[in-house]
């Protein structure tokens, strides 16, 4: 009897997804825990493990889909000694509640900006200027690729397919599309403009910004930091560490200025606990644990890996983890546990050269801080004109969860750890 496999839940809240490619073809001979295809939701692609052995008799669900409902049938395996004669006519036991054929583990980490559940994201619709176009013979095209080809206006007579048995699937549409093949690009005069579909991650992106403006009151204090102690003991540590590089000449540890930042923030949350919190209909939640999320940039958008109790962590060990969380959320490596959550968010704009900017709250956080770059200022001291390396530090705060004055000593108590350094190593 064939054996079904079922579009997986990869979260609790997770209602559907997209296929975004099989690993297998029909007739493989599939083992149980052998990765049979990758399932992209708003937050991750994760690959899916077979549970049962068997051979591939029918993959239901085209790579490229997207919209799978959970529990919807995407494939069937044949039981050793069956013949896929067994296919014929053979009817989903899905609704049923049967198990699906698959485990899920963790492989690329797109995601998205906040911990929240994402609402479903609706599927477009063809309107009746968007139809295919017509062709003489059958064209053999996976639902999506047919979709992104009448919405860009892609003639797939002229696209040569990749898939199985020459069928035309997403990427062989967006590739013709980018060469100038069919008319991807669009014209309205005098611009020319290339039309770039929008991922999981851009769509989430686009969603929670928007709702976090709309929704949540903003607003925005700002301080100046003198960066030069802070800065004359970074140089310390970092030579300390130089010195007694073993034989390979590698340091064990480079401390960046946002390693310092990390820790400055923490112990001011800690300092202010109130600042520590996220907004509620019920009550103000106040957290006991002070997890930092740090935004990070990669391919297609942004992440917030999390240092974890980043107030009991020093300076050494903030880097040496954030240096991990960076190098794994690019490759996208990341485990949903260490990008989702988190009670304040940090987003260092600083190496680029940014003076200053304001950030937009991550919900359901209360506060974010947005640091940018330092420079120097000449600046009054006791009558006297000194040169000082100045950085400004926004916080955005939610005013339904943390009042003016909280967020006032926040500031207040992250300069003083910036401007003592010394304090951020005790």
């Given at each position: 009897?064939?054996?079904?496999?079922?579009?997986?839940?990869?979260?609790?809240?997770?209602?559907?997804?997209?296929?975004?490619?099989?690993?297998?073809?029909e007739?493989?001979?599939?083992?149980?825990?052998?990765?049979?295809?990758?399932?992209?939701?708003?937050?991750?692609?994760?690959?899916?493990?077979a549970?049962?052995?068997?051979?591939?008799?029918?993959?239901?669900?085209?790579?490229?889909?997207?919209?799978?409902?959970?529990?919807?049938?995407?494939?069937?395996?044949?039981?050793?000694?069956?013949?896929?004669?067994?296919?014929?006519?053979?009817?989903?036991?899905?609704?049923?509640?049967?198990?699906?054929?698959?485990?899920?583990?963790?492989?690329?980490?797109p995601?998205?900006?906040?911990?929240?559940?994402?609402?479903?994201?609706?599927?477009?619709?063809?309107?009746?200027?968007?139809?295919?176009?017509?062709?003489?013979?059958?064209?053999?095209?996976?639902?999506?690729?047919?979709?992104?080809?009448?919405?860009?206006?892609?003639?797939?007579?002229?696209?040569?397919?990749?898939?199985?048995?020459?069928?035309?699937?997403?990427?062989?549409?967006?590739k013709?599309?980018?060469?100038?093949?069919?008319?991807?690009?669009?014209?309205?005069?005098?611009?020319?403009?290339?039309?770039?579909?929008?991922n999981?991650?851009r769509?989430?992106?686009?969603?929670?910004?928007?709702?976090?403006?709309?929704?949540?009151?903003?607003?925005?204090?700002?301080?100046?930091?003198?960066?030069?102690?802070?800065?004359?003991?970074?140089?310390?540590?970092?030579?300390?560490?130089e010195?007694?590089?073993?034989?390979?000449?590698?340091?064990?540890?480079?401390?960046?200025?946002?390693?310092?930042?990390?820790?400055?923030?923490?112990?001011?949350?800690?300092?202010?606990?109130?600042?520590?919190?996220?907004?509620?209909?019920?009550?103000?939640?106040?957290?006991?644990?002070?997890?930092?999320?740090?935004?990070?940039?990669?391919d297609?958008?942004?992440?917030?890996?999390?240092?974890?109790?980043?107030?009991?962590?020093?300076?050494?060990?903030?880097?040496?983890?954030?240096?991990?969380?960076?190098?794994?959320?690019?490759?996208?490596?990341?485990?949903?546990?260490?990008?989702?959550?988190?009670?304040?968010?940090?987003?260092?704009?600083?190496?680029?050269?940014?003076?200053?900017?304001?950030?937009?709250?991550?919900?359901?956080?209360?506060?974010?801080?947005?640091?940018?770059?330092?420079?120097?200022?000449?600046?009054?001291?006791?009558?006297?004109?000194?040169?000082?390396?100045?950085?400004e530090?926004?916080?955005?705060?939610?005013?339904?969860?943390?009042?003016?004055?909280?967020?006032?000593?926040?500031?207040?108590?992250?300069?003083?750890?910036?401007?003592?350094?010394?304090?951020?190593?005790?």
């Amino acid at each position: 009897m064939p054996i079904e496999i079922l579009m997986p839940a990869l979260s609790p809240t997770m209602t559907e997804g997209n296929l975004a490619k099989w690993t297998v073809k029909e007739g493989d001979q599939v083992k149980s825990g052998q990765v049979i295809a990758e399932i992209e939701t708003d937050k991750a692609t994760m690959e899916v493990e077979a549970v049962d052995e068997g051979v591939v008799g029918k993959l239901v669900v085209p790579a490229g889909t997207e919209g799978v409902k959970v529990n919807q049938l995407i494939a069937l395996l044949i039981e050793d000694g069956e013949d896929k004669k067994a296919l014929e006519g053979y009817k989903p036991k899905a609704a049923s509640g049967q198990r699906p054929a698959v485990s899920e583990k963790p492989q690329e980490i797109p995601a998205p900006v906040a911990a929240a559940a994402p609402a479903p994201i609706p599927m477009p619709s063809l309107t009746a200027d968007r139809r295919p176009l017509p062709t003489e013979t059958r064209i053999f095209a996976s639902p999506l690729a047919k979709r992104i080809a009448a919405n860009e206006g892609v003639d797939l007579r002229g696209v040569q397919g990749s898939g199985p048995h020459g069928r035309i699937v997403k990427d062989d549409v967006l590739k013709a599309q980018n060469s100038g093949g069919g008319r991807g690009m669009v014209r309205r005069n005098p611009q020319e403009f290339a039309k770039i579909p929008n991922n999981n991650m851009r769509k989430v992106i686009a969603r929670r910004l928007v709702e976090s403006k709309q929704q949540v009151p903003h607003f925005y204090l700002t301080v100046e930091c003198e960066m030069n102690r802070l800065a004359d003991v970074r140089r310390d540590i970092n030579f300390e560490a130089e010195s007694i590089a073993g034989k390979d000449k590698k340091p064990s540890y480079k401390v960046s200025v946002n390693d310092f930042i990390i820790k400055a923030s923490a112990l001011a949350l800690k300092k202010v606990p109130a600042a520590n919190a996220s907004w509620s209909d019920e009550a103000v939640l106040q957290y006991n644990n002070i997890d930092i999320s740090v935004a990070v940039a990669i391919d297609g958008g942004l992440i917030t890996p999390i240092v974890k109790n980043a107030d009991q962590k020093t300076v050494i060990q903030i880097s040496g983890e954030m240096k991990d969380l960076a190098a794994r959320a690019r490759a996208g490596k990341l485990a949903p546990e260490e990008f989702q959550g988190g009670s304040f968010s940090l987003s260092n704009l600083g190496m680029f050269g940014v003076k200053h900017f304001a950030a937009i709250i991550n919900p359901p956080q209360g506060a974010i801080l947005a640091v940018g770059a330092g420079e120097e200022r000449v600046v009054a001291r006791q009558g006297k004109m000194k040169i000082r390396n100045v950085m400004e530090a926004t916080l955005s705060v939610d005013h339904r969860v943390v009042d003016g004055a909280v967020g006032a000593q926040f500031l207040q108590a992250f300069k003083h750890y910036i401007e003592s350094p010394a304090l951020l190593l005790l």
